[in-house]
Nanobody, 114 residues
Framework: VQLQASGGGLVQPGGSLRLSCAASGRIFSINRMGWYRQVAGKQRELVAAISSGGSTGYADSAKGRFTISRDNAKNTVYLQMNSLKPEDTAVYYC?????????WGQGTLVTVSS
């Protein structure tokens, strides 16, 4: 499974961004996809995840502001981020879990700053 993430950038507090993650390869084996983020010096943390059946889960910090979705026809997962805060600044990583193996995208930087 290969993952290609995109959509990061610089946004002002209160703004929005949409991250995309396109999967290729053995995509039929993917059970769950998600977005994680990491700040330098801290552990990578789960932001949101979506199962193959469409069930979603969110970190408390993301609830009410972020929405994860998937387009099965495009093999793509999205993370819509609204009402962004400076503390959302991080490198965001796309993740796919397939046959008990984790796969990671290359990371995309999100900077929330005025």
């Amino acid at each position: 499974v290969q993952l290609q993430a995109s959509g990061g950038g610089l946004v002002q507090p209160g703004g929005s961004l949409r991250l995309s993650c396109a999967a290729s390869g053995r995509i039929f084996s993917i059970n769950r996809m998600g977005w994680y983020r990491q700040v330098a010096g801290k552990q990578r943390e789960l932001v949101a995840a979506i199962s193959s059946g469409g069930s979603t889960g969110y970190a408390d910090s993301a609830k009410g502001r972020f929405t994860i979705s998937r387009d099965n026809a495009k093999n793509t997962v999205y993370l819509q981020m609204n009402s962004l805060k400076p503390e959302d600044t991080a490198v965001y990583y796309c993740n796919a879990e397939a046959i008990a193996t984790d796969y990671w995208g290359q990371g995309t930087l999100v900077t929330v700053s005025s």
